[in-house]
């Protein structure tokens, strides 16, 4: 919560660009949304991600706690062991169970399907853990706010941690070329930033600069048609990075949404939450961006993640729920 906190404070400094590139505009109340209360007040949901389980998974940042919501939408909490943990990412692991990071005890933990909790503590101090990705090395590769670095985590819970150009940074996943990818910002003036980058299992670097400056990427995932796409906090943007590192990027209709996750929808587009404008967006391959309205007034939508019911999954930061969102009308 702090990090998250810290780059929205950041955004307010920095200017917005217009962007170049065309999207079709609407804001939309056709699509079926629902909404469920977390039972903890406060408890600043975070990061979310399908389990193995059939249920969605999430984390509770100002709860200190791992949540677990069904498709029919009940919702149980598991604490963690440690007060303010500020869990964020998750993600499923290759062993049946969830790992998350843990930004204040710089720890990653995972939790099993019946709620046992283990903790594993980073060697470099305050670099604050922030996403999490499986990789296709069956571990778990997360980012850092702090530290220049990019961490690995065996499922036996050795980490090991590979150096990367910017200070910070954010958002990680899995791409189809066998690397992973994430993106890093120059937020508070780090330099260099506004990057995406790739890392190979055997780590090796390479970045590419995002073309619109001041555009602090956040959140990252591999498309349906084999690039890489991202979200452009402070650009109010959609980026799309080829694996051979041509960037484009795609304007979001509503000015000043500050577009935090981005997932891939079974309609074949990407989803994305607009956390400042309490929507959720849709882009498809060819840049085309649609809009709906959450229920909740400032909501504050945080992380998204398809579900297994054919629908895209996302946690309301301030709201204090999880919603749905149906894929179609």
Same mark, same amino acid.
Do not use: C
């Given at each position: 919560?702090?990090? *998250?906190?810290?780059?929205?404070?950041?955004?307010?400094?920095?200017?917005?660009?217009?962007?170049?590139?065309?999207?079709?505009?609407?804001?939309?109340?056709?699509?079926?949304?629902?909404?469920?209360?977390?039972?903890?007040?406060?408890?600043?949901?975070?990061?979310?991600?399908? $389990?193995?389980?059939?249920?969605?998974? *999430?984390?509770?940042?100002?709860?200190?706690?791992?949540?677990?919501?069904?498709?029919?939408?009940?919702?149980?909490?598991?604490?963690?062991? /440690?007060?303010? #943990?500020?869990?964020?990412?998750?993600?499923?692991?290759?062993?049946?169970?969830?790992?998350?990071?843990?930004?204040?005890?710089?720890?990653?933990?995972?939790?099993?399907?019946?709620?046992?909790?283990?903790?594993?503590?980073?060697?470099?101090?305050?670099?604050?853990?922030? %996403?999490?990705?499986?990789?296709?090395?069956?571990?778990?590769?997360?980012?850092?706010?702090? $530290?220049?670095?990019?961490?690995?985590?065996? =499922?036996?819970?050795?980490?090991? %941690?590979?150096?990367?150009?910017?200070?910070?940074?954010?958002?990680?996943?899995?791409?189809?070329?066998?690397?992973?990818?994430?993106?890093?910002?120059?937020?508070?003036?780090?330099?260099?930033?506004?990057?995406?980058?790739?890392?190979?299992?055997?780590?090796?670097?390479?970045?590419?600069?995002?073309?619109?400056?001041?555009?602090?990427?956040?959140?990252?995932?591999?498309?349906?048609?084999?690039?890489?796409? *991202?979200? %452009?906090?402070?650009? /109010?943007?959609?980026?799309?990075?080829?694996?051979?590192?041509?960037?484009?990027?795609?304007?979001?209709? =509503?000015?000043?949404?500050?577009?935090?996750?981005?997932?891939?929808?079974?309609?074949?587009?990407?989803?994305?939450?607009?956390?400042?404008?309490?929507?959720?967006?849709?882009?498809?391959?060819? $840049?085309?961006?649609?809009?709906?309205?959450?229920?909740?007034? /400032?909501?504050?939508?945080?992380?998204?993640? #398809?579900?297994?019911?054919?629908?895209?999954?996302?946690?309301?930061?301030?709201?204090?729920?999880?919603?749905?969102?149906?894929?179609?009308?």
């Amino acid at each position: 919560m702090r990090r *998250f906190a810290q780059l929205v404070a950041a955004s307010a400094l920095l200017l917005v660009i217009a962007s170049s590139a065309s999207s079709r505009s609407g804001t939309l109340t056709g699509q079926k949304i629902a909404e469920f209360s977390i039972p903890t007040v406060k408890s600043y949901p975070a990061g979310i991600t399908a $389990g193995p389980d059939g249920a969605l998974w *999430f984390t509770e940042s100002g709860g200190n706690k791992i949540g677990r919501v069904t498709t029919a939408g009940a919702v149980t909490e598991f604490a963690l062991p /440690n007060a303010k #943990s500020d869990p964020e990412g998750i993600t499923a692991g290759p062993d049946g169970a969830l790992w998350f990071t843990e930004g204040d005890a710089n720890k990653i933990g995972r939790i099993t399907l019946d709620g046992q909790v283990s903790e594993y503590p980073l060697q470099s101090p305050q670099s604050q853990p922030s %996403e999490i990705t499986a990789g296709p090395d069956k571990a778990m590769w997360f980012t850092q706010f702090q $530290g220049h670095q990019i961490g690995r985590i065996t =499922t036996a819970g050795r980490i090991t %941690e590979v150096a990367i150009p910017s200070n910070t940074s954010l958002g990680i996943t899995a791409g189809p070329d066998g690397a992973l990818w994430f993106t890093e910002t120059q937020i508070f003036g780090a330099s260099p930033g506004d990057d995406v980058g790739q890392l190979t299992t055997g780590g090796s670097v390479t970045t590419f600069v995002v073309p619109t400056a001041n555009s602090s990427p956040l959140g990252i995932i591999a498309g349906p048609d084999g690039a890489l796409w *991202f979200t %452009e906090h402070n650009a /109010n943007k959609i980026g799309r990075v080829t694996t051979r590192g041509s960037v484009t990027d795609f304007a979001i209709p =509503t000015p000043a949404t500050h577009p935090h996750a981005i997932a891939k929808g079974q309609d074949g587009a990407l989803w994305f939450t607009e956390y400042d404008a309490s929507q959720i967006g849709r882009i498809t391959t060819a $840049g085309a961006v649609t809009e709906f309205k959450v229920p909740t007034q /400032n909501g504050a939508p945080s992380g998204i993640a #398809s579900g297994p019911d054919g629908a895209l999954w996302f946690t309301e930061h301030n709201g204090n729920k999880i919603g749905r969102i149906s894929t179609e009308e």
